[in-house]
């Protein structure tokens, strides 16, 4: 069952419930952005559906989602990486489903690069078993990286922005030394986890592009940018 098909009928999972009713909150609050406007209509598309259909199911049952909603920065990632879950069960996520993700992290106001980030920490082993995590982040990753469908420069592009994103929200410490090194350490782990997803080395490897080399340079690239500002702070 397809994640419109969930919303559209009796919605009995917690999460699927509040999901459906932050996509709601999104469109009856009459502050719905271009990107959400676009992303209800690709999602109208790709199901094949009536988009007032859609509008119209989704206007109601969304009054206590405030008081469901997860309020933390923790639960709020904690919620969000049960999504992911759900959403990579079956070992992908279709285009649709990460529309309304997006949505759904917007409405819990995390921007568009938090979402990259939690996409980043949860599609590794930890959380999936196999393959199935490198399948759901080249799912997701297609919306960002895409080396048969993008040019290089505009990869490196993407790749830059979800570094800079890593390191913007990389914990500033007491410490300078020690703040470094957490910017380190994370830019690293950011790297590793797109070495580990072979889906997408071998995408960049048929392009004659070389992927760990371009990684490796963005690291380097945004650890001296970042570790620049903490040595001026």
């Known amino acids: 069952m397809s994640i419109i098909a969930k919303f559209l009928t009796a919605v009995t999972e917690p999460q699927f419930k509040l999901a459906r009713d932050l996509t709601a909150m999104a469109i009856a609050d009459g502050e719905i952005t271009s990107e959400e406007k676009e992303a ?8 094949g559906i009536d988009e007032k259909q859609l509008r119209e199911a989704l206007k109601s049952g969304w009054g206590h989602v405030e008081e469901e909603m997860p309020q933390t920065r923790k639960s709020k990632e904690e919620y969000l990486r049960s999504l992911i879950k759900l959403m990579g069960a079956d070992a992908y996520s279709a285009p649709q489903e990460i529309f309304l993700f997006q949505i759904i992290a917007g409405k819990m106001g995390l921007s568009h690069m938090e979402v990259v980030g939690i996409f980043l920490s949860t ?3 930890r959380y999936f078993t196999g393959d199935r995590g490198a399948k759901v982040m080249h ?4 919306n960002h990286i ?15 922005s979800i570094y800079e994103s890593v390191a913007s929200h990389t914990e500033r410490l007491q410490d300078e030394e020690a703040s470094r090194e957490l910017l380190r350490r994370n830019l690293e782990r950011a790297t590793e986890t797109f070495l580990e997803n072979r889906i997408i ?13 371009i990684l490796k340079e963005e690291e380097f690239r945004t650890f001296k940018r970042y570790g620049l500002v903490l040595s001026l702070q």
Request: proline share 5%; with cysteine; hydrophobic share 30%.
């Open 40 to 47: 209800i209509s690709a999602i109208c598309h790709l199901e």
């Open 123 to 125: 599609a590794t082993r």
């Open 139 to 142: 799912s997701f990753l297609k």
């Open 146 to 160: 895409d080396p048969k469908g993008r040019s290089e420069r505009e990869n490196r592009e993407c790749l830059r």
């Open 201 to 213: 080395m071998k995408e960049f490897k048929d392009m004659n592009l070389d992927f760990p080399r």
